[in-house]
């Protein structure tokens, strides 16, 4: 049965998930076979559509929640916290 996972991460303070660092994180995403989600401000979005990331309107400082489903959850949430932890502009 594939796994399913949540994880929380703070955008950095000067960072917000505009277009570049967006489109990143989707391709990032977009790697994995898992079922991806993301949410900030009470809004959720597919991880791997870049308009739905956009949407969100996350700004520098915001938490986001991760959630994966499927075989390679983990590794997915790990990448990802990994690439919005070290996102710089």
């Not at 955008?11 to 989707?26: C, I, N, Q, T």
């Not at 959720?44 to 499927?70: E, F, R, Y």
């Amino acid at each position: 049965m594939p796994a399913s996972s949540e994880i929380a991460v703070a955008l950095p303070p000067d960072v917000a998930l505009h277009a570049r660092p967006a489109a990143r994180f989707v391709k990032k995403a977009l790697g994995f076979q898992s079922t991806l989600t993301v949410s900030s401000n009470g809004r959720l979005a597919n991880a791997k559509s870049i308009l739905a990331v956009l949407a969100l309107g996350a700004a520098g400082g915001a938490v986001l929640k991760l959630s994966a489903d499927g075989d390679d959850a983990a590794e997915a949430l790990d990448a990802l916290v990994a690439y919005v932890s070290n996102l710089t502009e």
